[in-house]
């Protein structure tokens, strides 16, 4: 939900914990019954995306279920088949050779049993050797919204697009809350994993007070599970964890690892938990002691809202995969809306699933790196050049032919001294309070600079992607911001201007990388090779289509030189 946080989140959770919020029953979307049945007559093309997926109408949110099975990628969703907002959820499903031109098909799963009845959210997919997929996912047992744990399994293995799913009676639920746990904050299972114990693990997200959990459970046969005695971890003051994820990293190169790898010196672990909180997404790396099934993080990795993320901006309810197939861990995510839930019901769609990224361990191993995955680039076409381009204060120069409503942009910036960079204070701990602060209009030394994208002729409307450099006592530090509070003229839009710091060594190397994803009412932005990373919804009403616009631009007293730019007109993903 991209819905405006007039209250911050620790006033929130205040707020919650004084008037027991839903007498204790926590809801995680906002309901509009008189509008989750409305399905528009004609689905509005206007701003609909080229290239990201979004199924043909109607509400899209997490993404469930990713794999890899017999040569074809699945990717599930929760969806609502009648309306452009939450409600009626089932699993979408669609089927692709590539990841980027897809497929799709009839629901997966919908309610249909007493043990789902009146929910099937959010799950994971887990391909059993020698068995084949399992799908493993949260059901509503009740109208106390009680969640349960269920499974489903092919009808048909061998349907190359497994179209229909069974939910046998004989063990579901598979896993019930506890009388000491809350059953309505008890969800989203992640893949499980195989050890040498012969057990299959899983972990669920849940809550205990205001403490988020990773809840763990252990089976041998995949049915029958036994929760562990202690959560694998948890953090206090973090709120309901939704939508954990856990899985190993390399600690030398990009290949991804399955699951199952678990215990060796080379690798460490990731733990991710979605904030119901923030509707924002927090990682840690730490390790993982298997014979304890504990997990802890490193003394650089922080618990909680001050902790690292994936994404910066409009991300959430994130699910990876391995792809066995290149040998690589791919990362996905819903990019949640920003446009008011009138204007969705009017042009008949809601949400969309970022571009599939390739995530791996940075080389200082103190934080992931992300990438839109290398098929993207089948969509290339139409390429522009420029190189050397010396942009003086207050310069902005305009990136021509090609069509910047819908592109690929990466740039490299440099510049010769970092001598006018602002002092940095200490203070400045929150990186999106100190880009309201200092936006992209606002002079600065080393900055602002970079992109305007999505930008009007005359500069009405523009999302400036860019960074701006500060001097800290003993290191450089720097701010990427994608700000969208000039992206539309409509006052009615959620337009924050997101931001997070990009943890490199200036001192080094004095250039900055950027890469941009153009397409239409979405602007995902990678920084510094991703390891900051921003993804935007706006909706501009003068921006669009070829009267979009794409400037480089610098506001800072430094110049500063566009090494070079590659920029591409993008063709449209094929659907269906």
Same mark, same amino acid.
């Given at each position: 939900?991209?819905?405006?946080?007039?209250?911050?989140?620790?006033?929130?959770?205040?707020?919650?914990?004084?008037?027991?919020?839903?007498?204790?029953?926590?809801?995680?979307? #906002?309901?509009?019954?008189?509008?989750?049945?409305?399905?528009?007559?004609?689905?509005?093309? $206007?701003?609909?995306?080229?290239?990201?997926?979004?199924?043909? *109408?109607?509400?899209?949110? %997490?993404?469930?279920?990713?794999?890899?099975?017999?040569?074809?990628?699945? /990717?599930?969703?929760?969806?609502?088949?009648?309306?452009?907002?939450?409600?009626?959820?089932?699993?979408?499903?669609?089927?692709?050779?590539?990841?980027?031109? +897809?497929?799709?098909?009839?629901?997966?799963?919908?309610?249909?049993?007493?043990?789902?009845?009146?929910?099937? +959210?959010?799950?994971?997919?887990?391909?059993?050797?020698?068995?084949?997929?399992?799908?493993?996912?949260?059901?509503?047992?009740?109208?106390?919204?009680?969640?349960?744990?269920?499974?489903?399994?092919?009808?048909?293995?061998?349907?190359?697009?497994?179209?229909?799913?069974?939910?046998?009676?004989? &063990?579901?639920?598979?896993?019930?809350? %506890?009388?000491?746990?809350?059953?309505?904050?008890?969800?989203?299972?992640?893949?499980?994993?195989?050890?040498?114990?012969? =057990?299959?693990?899983?972990?669920?997200?849940?809550?205990?007070?205001?403490?988020?959990?990773?809840?763990?459970?252990?089976? *041998?046969?995949?049915?029958? +599970?036994?929760?562990?005695? =202690?959560?694998?971890?948890?953090?206090?003051?973090?709120?309901?964890?939704?939508?954990? #994820? &856990?899985?190993?990293?390399?600690?030398?190169?990009?290949?991804?690892?399955?699951?199952?790898?678990?215990?060796?010196?080379?690798?460490?672990?990731?733990?991710?938990?979605?904030?119901?909180?923030?509707?924002?997404?927090?990682?840690?790396?730490?390790?993982?002691?298997?014979?304890?099934?504990?997990?802890?993080? %490193?003394?650089?990795?922080?618990?909680?809202?001050?902790?690292?993320?994936? %994404?910066?901006?409009?991300?959430?309810?994130?699910?990876?995969?391995? #792809?066995?197939?290149?040998?690589?861990?791919?990362?996905?995510?819903?990019?949640?809306?920003?446009?008011? @839930?009138?204007?969705?019901?009017?042009?008949?769609?809601?949400?969309?699933?970022?571009?599939?990224?390739?995530?791996?361990?940075?080389?200082?191993?103190?934080?992931?790196?992300? +990438?839109?995955?290398?098929?993207?680039?089948?969509?290339? @076409?139409?390429?522009?050049?420029?190189?050397?381009?010396? /942009?003086?204060?207050?310069?902005?120069?305009?990136?021509?032919?090609?069509?910047?409503?819908?592109?690929?942009?990466?740039?490299?910036?440099? &510049?010769?001294? !970092?001598?006018?960079?602002?002092?940095?204070?200490?203070?400045?701990?929150?990186?999106?309070?100190?880009?309201?602060?200092?936006?992209?209009?606002?002079?600065?030394?080393?900055?602002?600079?970079? !992109?305007?994208?999505?930008?009007?002729?005359?500069?009405?409307?523009?999302?400036?992607?860019?960074?701006?450099?500060?001097?800290?006592?003993?290191?450089?530090?720097?701010?990427?911001?994608?700000?969208?509070?000039?992206?539309?003229?409509?006052?009615?839009?959620?337009?924050?201007?997101?931001?997070?710091?990009?943890?490199?060594?200036?001192?080094?190397? *004095?250039?900055?990388?950027?890469?941009? !994803?153009?397409? =239409?009412?979405?602007?995902?932005?990678?920084?510094?090779?991703?390891?900051?990373?921003? /993804?935007?919804?706006?909706?501009?009403?003068?921006?669009?289509?070829? @009267?979009?616009?794409?400037?480089?631009?610098?506001?800072?007293?430094?110049?500063?030189?566009?090494?070079? $730019?590659?920029?591409?007109?993008?063709?449209?993903?094929?659907?269906?």
């Amino acid at each position: 939900m991209a819905l405006p946080i007039c209250l911050t989140v620790i006033a929130i959770f205040t707020l919650c914990c004084v008037i027991n919020c839903n007498n204790g029953v926590e809801a995680f979307h #906002d309901i509009y019954p008189d509008l989750q049945s409305i399905s528009a007559r004609s689905v509005s093309k $206007l701003q609909r995306t080229g290239y990201h997926f979004q199924p043909r *109408k109607n509400w899209i949110n %997490d993404p469930n279920g990713p794999m890899y099975y017999n040569g074809i990628y699945h /990717l599930f969703y929760q969806y609502n088949p009648k309306g452009a907002v939450w409600g009626n959820i089932v699993w979408g499903h669609a089927v692709s050779k590539d990841l980027i031109n +897809w497929k799709e098909l009839e629901p997966a799963l919908y309610p249909s049993k007493p043990f789902d009845k009146y929910g099937v +959210w959010s799950g994971s997919a887990t391909v059993l050797p020698g068995k084949g997929p399992v799908i493993l996912y949260t059901g509503v047992i009740d109208k106390q919204s009680n969640e349960v744990q269920l499974y489903a399994i092919p009808e048909n293995k061998s349907d190359p697009f497994l179209r229909k799913w069974v939910k046998p009676k004989a &063990f579901n639920p598979i896993v019930v809350a %506890d009388h000491s746990m809350n059953a309505s904050v008890f969800r989203d299972p992640t893949t499980a994993w195989w050890s040498k114990d012969g =057990h299959w693990r899983m972990l669920i997200g849940g809550r205990r007070k205001d403490r988020g959990m990773a809840y763990l459970y252990r089976s *041998k046969d995949f049915v029958k +599970w036994i929760q562990a005695k =202690h959560p694998i971890h948890s953090a206090a003051s973090t709120g309901m964890w939704e939508c954990p #994820d &856990f899985y190993p990293v390399s600690l030398k190169g990009k290949n991804g690892l399955d699951i199952s790898v678990v215990g060796s010196s080379s690798i460490k672990h990731v733990l991710k938990n979605s904030l119901d909180l923030t509707r924002y997404e927090y990682y840690t790396i730490g390790t993982y002691f298997k014979n304890k099934d504990k997990y802890i993080p %490193d003394n650089t990795s922080e618990d909680g809202w001050g902790g690292l993320r994936y %994404d910066y901006g409009n991300f959430y309810a994130s699910k990876s995969f391995f #792809d066995p197939s290149k040998n690589r861990r791919i990362l996905w995510a819903w990019a949640n809306e920003s446009d008011s @839930k009138e204007d969705d019901v009017k042009k008949g769609w809601a949400g969309i699933q970022s571009i599939p990224r390739t995530v791996w361990l940075d080389y200082g191993g103190k934080q992931l790196v992300q +990438w839109p995955v290398e098929e993207l680039n089948s969509l290339r @076409k139409k390429e522009v050049k420029i190189s050397h381009q010396k /942009l003086k204060k207050g310069q902005h120069v305009e990136v021509k032919g090609i069509t910047a409503a819908q592109a690929d942009v990466e740039v490299t910036f440099s &510049f010769s001294s !970092l001598d006018r960079a602002e002092p940095f204070d200490s203070r400045w701990v929150n990186a999106q309070d100190l880009c309201s602060q200092k936006g992209s209009k606002v002079q600065g030394g080393v900055g602002p600079f970079g !992109l305007l994208t999505l930008a009007s002729e005359k500069l009405e409307e523009f999302t400036p992607v860019f960074f701006r450099i500060f001097k800290a006592p003993n290191k450089h530090v720097i701010l990427m911001c994608s700000d969208a509070r000039s992206s539309s003229l409509k006052r009615e839009l959620y337009k924050p201007s997101f931001a997070g710091f990009v943890n490199v060594d200036l001192a080094k190397n *004095k250039k900055l990388s950027l890469k941009s !994803l153009i397409d =239409h009412s979405v602007v995902e932005s990678f920084g510094a090779g991703g390891r900051t990373n921003i /993804l935007s919804r706006v909706y501009p009403t003068l921006a669009i289509k070829k @009267k979009a616009h794409l400037f480089v631009f610098n506001n800072g007293t430094e110049h500063i030189t566009v090494e070079y $730019l590659k920029a591409w007109s993008m063709k449209s993903a094929r659907r269906n």
